[in-house]
């Protein structure tokens, strides 16, 4: 599975941004999809997780600003972040953990990464 993320960019606090992450390849075994996101000097952090039939989980620090969601039948997954504050500026990467078709195997792929900077 390749993942294509996309629509970071620069926004003022308060704003909203729509990020995007396409799915290609063996895009049907794709299971559970995830927005993380980076900061240099610190660890990739988990900033929400969807399955493949809806379930949603946040981390505490976007609870309520951010909404995570998936078409299936475009095999897309999107990330809507409100209220957008400083502390948000980070590279965001989309992730999907999958299952390989023939052997079964699960594996995981991370997209390229979209920066998302927030000014206050």
């Known amino acids: 599975v390749q993942l294509q993320a996309s629509g970071g960019g620069l926004v003022q606090a308060g704003g909203s941004l729509r990020l995007s992450c396409a799915a290609s390849g063996s895009a049907s075994s794709v299971r559970r999809m995830a927005w993380y996101r980076q900061t240099p000097g610190t660890e990739r952090e988990l900033v929400a997780s969807i399955t493949s039939v809806g379930d949603t989980d946040y981390s505490e620090s976007v609870k309520g600003r951010f909404t995570i969601s998936r078409d299936n039948a475009k095999n897309t997954m999107y990330l809507e972040m409100n209220s957008l504050k400083p502390e948000d500026t980070a590279v965001y990467y989309c992730?999907?953990?999958?299952?390989?078709?023939?052997?079964?195997?699960?594996?995981?792929?991370w997209g390229q990464g979209t920066l998302v900077t927030v000014s206050s």
């Open positions: 992730y999907a953990d999958s299952v390989d078709p023939v052997f079964g195997d699960r594996y995981g792929s």
